[in-house]
């Protein structure tokens, strides 16, 4: 006995006669999960800066200007030869100062510098940058003293930490934002939907009365629910396409240009956006279908 | 045969009101029964309980040989099916028209669409609006929107037709009309119990009277009048 066309005649012409009702639902929906979807979005990029940064911390090992070539090779050799080490790169002072060079041309330093004070160096890069600390101790004696042939090691061990303990707040405060702002959907819809039901009592008693099932009552409001939400995220998805792009993408310009992160899995590029997407408009139908679900339990004894 | 029969029901309400006070009443199929008495006595609690709008506190009510007070919550759209109801201020919907009106009480049991068609202008015609079956509730005098929702209550061909002083909000001359198609109904064999304290129609019935007082029986009569 399902009738799918008196339901969905049922569900549009219902909705076209509590327009402003279906239409504050739509609204609603599109506007919380915009701002849900938005940090979202932003979790998922802070998420990836954070890979991406893990993925470059480096480890600059200075030299002392007069080491050896044989003492150079050497340390060269023991470093790759360490579990830890992913990438080392020797970089010498005729190479150092025209990267320097580089990234002061036109400024007036370059004029008072005189010869390359710039030492030669390893640049090495880790699979694992939480062992920074570790891989940076074993070019120390006992002492606390260098060892012979390296002047300096420098990993901005400082600098990473701050980063990481940032990214993590912001991480956590979107996350606790996503989490508000879906019970706020929630609520929201399901009393859109409770006024809407009320609107219908009337109906609803004559259908009671003259023996419908329960399940013929609920289906018409579950339809129009699902629709509402539906539509709703299907509008934030839009909007988040349109305006959030854009926006994300530039503030992760700003990011990448302060924080000097060279690649970055920049929004847009990775299916990731793509999954948000469709979780949002998955959970737009969702929660129109719980809300009225909820609300109809006053109405609707089953 | 027994097609309504309570035994020993007693309804208190949450707030601790007695409505219906031990109750024991047996109505035979094709019957016509006046339920009368004061406002406050009982009559529409008793509609009530026969539609299970509302639980009983004790006794057990019997349709057609069934103890509806231990039915399940999901077979009362049955139950219901097989009770027509009409109540004193219709309930029409006011955004269908009168054969929408009438149509909706078999779309929402699943009627298909041909018989729908069928039988929504027989019983139209039955209580003489089959000229008016594209107007709209506010269209309609008070009488004319009561032979609809007789319409509807009928349009199933219940074994059982309800009416809790459907005369209530219509003047006497209409009323008439309106005992006319409920007689009409009865004829049939549809068993009608018709709550109301409208004296000059149950005196010119003469039908059975069950006057209930505070909650109590206090006379069942067949052919009987309203009372002094």
């Known amino acids: 006995m399902l009738r799918p066309r008196y339901f969905f005649s049922e569900t549009f012409t219902s909705f076209k006669r509590n327009f402003l009702m279906g239409f504050t639902a739509i609204t609603t929906v599109a506007i919380t999960l915009f701002i849900v979807g938005f940090f979202a979005v932003l979790v998922f990029d802070i998420q990836g800066i954070i890979n991406s940064i893990k993925s470059q911390v480096e480890l600059a090992v200075y030299l002392e200007d007069n080491i050896s070539v044989e003492l150079r090779d050497y340390l060269e050799g023991e470093i790759s030869s360490w579990e830890e080490t992913s990438g080392i790169k020797y970089v010498s002072k005729e190479q150092a100062f025209e990267r320097f060079k580089e990234q002061n041309e036109g400024s007036d330093i370059l004029k008072e510098i005189q010869g390359n004070p710039l030492p030669a160096s390893f640049e090495i890069t880790l699979n694992d940058p939480e062992k920074v600390e570790l891989v940076a101790l074993r070019f120390m004696d006992k002492d606390g003293a260098y060892i012979g042939g390296v002047d300096d090691v420098v990993y901005g061990q400082s600098y990473v930490n701050k980063l990481f303990s940032i990214t993590a707040i912001i991480g956590t405060v979107a996350f606790l934002i996503i989490i508000l702002l879906l019970l706020a959907t929630v609520v929201l819809i399901f009393n859109t939907i409770r006024l809407s039901i009320y609107a219908r009592r009337k109906e609803i008693e004559v259908m009671k009365l003259v023996g419908a099932s329960n399940w013929f009552v609920r289906i018409p409001f579950l339809f129009e629910g699902f629709f509402e939400g539906f539509l709703g995220s299907t509008i934030a998805v839009v909007l988040l396409y349109i305006l959030g792009n854009s926006l994300l993408i530039r503030g992760e310009r700003v990011i990448v240009d302060t924080m000097r992160i060279k690649e970055l899995a920049i929004l847009g590029s990775g299916h990731i956006i793509i999954y948000v997407y469709i979780g949002i408009i998955i959970l737009g139908g969702l929660l129109g279908i719980i809300s009225s679900g909820i609300a109809l339990r006053r109405f609707v004894k089953a | ?228």
């Open chain 2, 1 to 228: 045969m027994n097609m309504i029969e309570f035994r020993k029901v007693n309804k208190v309400y949450e707030n601790e009101t007695v409505a219906l006070r031990n109750i024991n009443l047996s109505i035979e199929k094709g019957e016509f029964l006046f339920l009368v008495g004061p406002s406050g006595s009982g009559k529409s609690t008793f509609i009530k309980l026969l539609i299970k709008e509302i639980p009983v506190t004790s006794g057990s009510i019997f349709i057609a040989k069934r103890n509806v007070c231990n039915l399940k919550n999901s077979r009362i759209p049955q139950l219901r099916r097989n009770i027509g109801c009409v109540f004193q201020d219709f309930k029409l919907l006011p955004n269908k028209t009168a054969f929408e009106n009438v149509a909706f009480a078999l779309e929402v049991i699943g009627k298909p669409g041909y018989e729908i068609r069928v039988q929504v202008p027989q019983v139209l015609k039955l209580v003489g609006l089959h000229n008016k079956s594209n107007s709209y509730p506010h269209q309609l005098s008070g009488g004319e929107q009561q032979r609809v929702s007789i319409a509807r209550a009928f349009v199933n061909r219940p074994p059982i037709l309800l009416a809790d002083e459907p005369t209530g909000n219509i003047d006497p001359a209409t009323s008439d009309g309106i005992m006319k198609i409920l007689s009409r109904i009865n004829l049939v064999g549809t068993t009608v119990v018709m709550a109301t304290h409208d004296r000059s129609i149950v005196n010119s019935m003469r039908r059975r009277v069950v006057e209930l007082e505070e909650g109590e029986i206090i006379r069942d009569q067949k052919r009987g009048v309203y009372g002094d």
